[in-house]
């Protein structure tokens, strides 16, 4: 039997695709200053819409950094209400030469949509909301009562979310969440996220003299700043894959065994994963590949530079030294734990005559599981279900959803994602596009589990 709002919805397909493309013509980059206009577009489009499309309360919450967007339907007293989440920040576009097409000028190649920003998150959070509106426009309202979060920050840890969640509980408050954002594993198999990992982000710089000196006339005799962090880098792994670093594993238990054998049961085709992004089998001993990204902890180098990037050469020996490091988190950890073991060994590591200065880029979030039983989890899973034919496997990921710890030390509920990007579409790098396939695939499940609230089967 059809469903009239799901009609509404796959009827308007080109009109859904083409406001998707121009939201995400919206350069709205959170870890640049040089996008706040980008930003401050996006929000106003966000507004603009929940406004029209019949939410009340809309508006810019924030609490010191980027605002998020806030909007809500409560015309149901009584009726359980859902926290709808997303994020309209995007990661930046470079390396900028890359890209088979500018990363702000959304382009549909082979039934592709390619743009920064189209997969995570602004394709699946536009699926969210365009299921919303059309309930509201065909029957004039929802099934159940709605909160809509649309944060712009979640590219840079969520910094000021916390904050935001406290100064705003009583507005936020729900019986849970449901995340747009979070990815499914693959686009071949019918999948839902119960956990992901934790991370923290952190900045080392060392130096080992007051300037860059000429290296004809002290190198040999002085250290250098490129050498000396290397050597400390080089040192945050043991042979078998482990990090070494005093501190790190603590909290962490033996691997469930019976979560192992549920892993290895999956239909996943190692070679191939690895053949796609030309690259080989590396991390800890004893861990399959699915283990190493779902089950143990990491410690990442992201960036590091010293002394003369330029074109053509410059005799120097480097005075100063910086790495970007992240870390991503498994339960048991706490981040301000790890913050600590990780300044401890750099500075049992740092050679006398070196300073080193060693920043928290943001409080860290600790990874989060859902819990098994979860109704929500449960009316997830048979939305899935009914718009791919096949119920999910329940898999983890690897990446971090900062909402998901953070809400549920805020405010005690837990978060579910229903979201229709896949881990494979190149968000984070050149390139990012997003299925159009998984409009349809996104619209029929996101209808399908606000029947099932409306309903109370969750």
Known sequence: MSDPVLDHLLGDHDGIVSRLIKYARIPSVSTDPAYADGMAAARKLLVDRLRAAGFNNVEEIAAGGHAAVYGEWLGLPGAPTYLVYGHYDVQPPDPLDK??????DP?????????????????PASIALEVLFAYLAVEGRLPVNIKVLLEGEEEVGSATLPAILDQYADRLRAEAVVSADGARWRADLPSVNTG????MAFELALRTASKDLHSGRFGGAVPNAAHVLASILAGLHSRDGRVAVHGFYDGIGDPDETIRSDIAGLPFDEAAFFAAIASVPHGEDGFSTLERLWLRPTLEVNGMWSGYTGEGGKTVTPAEAVAKITTRLVPGQEPAHVAQALLRHFEAACPAGTTIHFTSRDVGNAAYLVPPDLPLLRAVEE????????????VRVGSTLPLSDMIKRALGIDTVTLSFSTADEDFHSPNEFFRLSAIEEGLTAWVALLRKLGRGQA
């Open 99 to 104: 890209w088979h097409s500018p990363p702000f």
């Open 107 to 123: 382009q549909i190649r082979d039934d592709r949509l390619y743009g920064r920003g189209v997969s995570d998150d602004k394709g």
């Open 383 to 394: 939305a899935i279900e009914e718009a791919l034919g096949a119920r999910p496997v329940r």
């Open 196 to 199: 992901s990992r934790g991370n």
